[in-house]
T-cell receptor, first 109, second 114 residues
Framework: GQNIDQPTEMTATEGAIVQINCTYQ??????LFWYQQHAGEAPTFLSY????GLEEKGRFSSFLSRSKGYSYLLLKELQMKDSASYLC??????????FGAGTTVTVRA | IAGITQAPTSQILAAGRRMTLRCTQD?????MYWYRQDLGLGLRLIHY???????GKGEVPDGYSVSRANTDDFPLTLASAVPSQTSVYFC?????????????FGPGTRLTVL
C-alpha cells in the first residue's frame, strides 16, 4: 500500500511562516499534490509538483525531492483565513491519488 | 459554472437501508471519483471511472457500487448501509485520468448510519 505521513497539527502566528512536511513511500510516482480544506468544505487544489525543486505561487510554495520521498508546503505571511487542513496527495503507478491524513493549521492573532 | 454538485448535503439513514448519493459535474471531465473522509484517516478512494461506461475499484470498495452511464453523472450506491459507512463522502472529477490531472471536489455529503 501507499504510506504518506504529515504532522497532525501546527499552530502559528498571523504574519509568520509555516512549513508543512510530507514524506511518502508509494508504488511509483507521478506527482504530488497539495490541497487546502477549510472545516466543513471541499478540498481545493493548491499545487502540483512532479520535478524536484520549488514551485512558488504567491504566498504559497511547494517543494519536492523525489530521491528523498519528501515534500513541503510553505505558507508565508500567514493570514487568519489560512486556518485550514492541508492535504498531501501522491499520484502513484496507477495514477490514483493517495492522501495523507492532513495537517490542521491554526493561525493565531 | 456550478462545477460539481452533490446531493443530498446530509442524510441520516437506518442500517440496512439502500441509499444513492448523487454527483453531477458540468465541466465535461472524463474521470470521476468517489472518496470517503474519516477523522484521522484522510481521503480514501472508493470507486473511480476513467471515462463514461467504465468503472474501477479503489482502496475501500466493499459495500459500495457505482455506475457511469454518461459523462456528467456518477452515482454511488450503498446497497445495505452499515454504521461503519458513517462518513463524509466527496465526489471529484478531473479532465483526464493521468498522474498530473488535477482533481476537483464537490461539496460533500455527510452520511450518518444508525
Amino acid at each position: 500500500g501507499q504510506n504518506i505521513d504529515q504532522p497532525t497539527e501546527m499552530t502559528a502566528t498571523e504574519g509568520a511562516i509555516v512549513q508543512i512536511n510530507c514524506t511518502y513511500q508509494t508504488s511509483g510516482f507521478n506527482g504530488l499534490f497539495w490541497y487546502q480544506q477549510h472545516a466543513g468544505e471541499a478540498p481545493t487544489f493548491l499545487s502540483y509538483n512532479v520535478l524536484d525543486g520549488l514551485e512558488e505561487k504567491g504566498r504559497f510554495s511547494s517543494f519536492l525531492s523525489r530521491s528523498k520521498g519528501y515534500s513541503y508546503l510553505l505558507l508565508k505571511e500567514l493570514q487568519m483565513k489560512d486556518s485550514a487542513s492541508y492535504l498531501c496527495a501522491v499520484s502513484s503507478n496507477d495514477y490514483k491519488l493517495s492522501f495523507g491524513a492532513g495537517t490542521t493549521v491554526t493561525v493565531r492573532a | 459554472i456550478a462545477g460539481i454538485t452533490q446531493a443530498p448535503t446530509s442524510q441520516i439513514l437506518a442500517a440496512g437501508r439502500r441509499m444513492t448519493l448523487r454527483c453531477t459535474q458540468d465541466m465535461r471531465h472524463n474521470a470521476m471519483y468517489w472518496y470517503r473522509q474519516d477523522l484521522g484517516l484522510g481521503l480514501r478512494l472508493i470507486h473511480y471511472s476513467n471515462t463514461a461506461g467504465t468503472t474501477g475499484k479503489g482502496e475501500v470498495p466493499d459495500g459500495y457500487s457505482v455506475s457511469r452511464a454518461n459523462t456528467d453523472d456518477f452515482p454511488l450506491t450503498l446497497a445495505s448501509a452499515v454504521p461503519s459507512q458513517t462518513s463524509v463522502y466527496f465526489c471529484a472529477s478531473s479532465d483526464g485520468a493521468g498522474g498530473s490531472d488535477t482533481q476537483y471536489f464537490g461539496p460533500g455529503t455527510r452520511l450518518t448510519v444508525l
